[in-house]
């Protein structure tokens, strides 16, 4: 098996969470699955949302239809996969949206996040993928949520003949917290700690993110993520691949 590997990047992002207060519009913490395959929707050329509107019949917008059953898998390259946020206001100048006066906007950015993007290539449609990719050839220009953040992609190479891995002791990407448990230290056997190694201190940042879009309204099926350094146990059937040095949970 072979596996597509970037980085994607950019100085800020926004990816709307479908619940707002009166004043605010807030942004999830990380870039989710459906984000990322609109990302890559725009790539090939799929249409989106506006193209849903205009034929009715579309049970899904067109980049999630053909993508949806690609396995991805996301490393963060923030710290402890932490990204910082500021709310930022501005006008929004767009006459439509001034019928009534001067709109002022506030919004919650990420500020400069990344990740490692990972794509088991498993038939043509992933093949197309990589080759655009590495080409640098995008139909569309792509977007971290939407059009005030251009995503930057960079490092793209194919890495190839990776590792199933199925004694999975811990993980180096974002994960699905229900398809494992966390070993803390008081579960683990102290003799097998290595005590030469440098001590890492624990961290967990976990959080509610769209996985996949529900069919009758396409709303966001919210799943728990976790990433982490601490010891696992898996307690469900999962696809974790040898990366290079990391082990990538796919999903």
């Not at 490092?155 to 002791?169: H, T």
Request: charged share 25%; glycine share 6%; with cysteine.
């Amino acid at each position: 098996m072979n596996v597509l590997k970037f980085t994607l990047s950019g100085r800020t992002a926004f990816f709307k969470k479908p619940d707002v207060n009166a004043y605010y519009y807030f942004t999830y913490g990380q870039i989710h699955k459906v984000a990322l395959l609109g990302i890559l929707g725009a790539i090939m050329g799929y249409g989106g949302y506006n193209q849903q509107i205009q034929d009715d019949k579309l049970v899904f917008p067109e980049f999630y239809e053909k993508l949806r059953n690609i396995k991805v898998g996301i490393v963060p390259r923030n710290d402890k996969g932490y990204i910082t946020k500021k709310v930022q206001n501005f006008n929004n100048t767009v006459g439509y949206a001034n019928k009534d006066g001067n709109l002022i906007v506030k919004e919650q950015w990420l500020e400069n996040p990344a990740w490692d993007i990972y794509i088991l290539i498993q038939g043509e449609l992933e093949e197309q993928l990589a080759e655009r990719i590495l080409e640098y050839r995008f139909k569309y220009i792509p977007y971290l949520g939407k059009n005030d953040h251009i995503a930057n992609i960079t490092d793209a190479k194919i890495i190839c003949d990776v590792e199933n891995i199925e004694d999975i002791e811990r993980l180096d990407s974002l994960f699905i917290k229900e398809h494992f448990e966390l070993l803390y230290h008081n579960e683990l056997d102290l003799s097998d700690l290595d005590l030469d190694e440098e001590y890492e201190t624990p961290y967990k940042y976990e959080e509610m993110l769209p996985g996949m879009l529900e069919e009758t309204t396409n709303k966001y099926e919210l799943q728990t993520f976790v990433y982490t350094n601490q010891s696992l146990n898996s307690v469900k059937d999962t696809t974790v691949y040898k990366c290079n040095k990391n082990l990538v949970f796919f999903f």
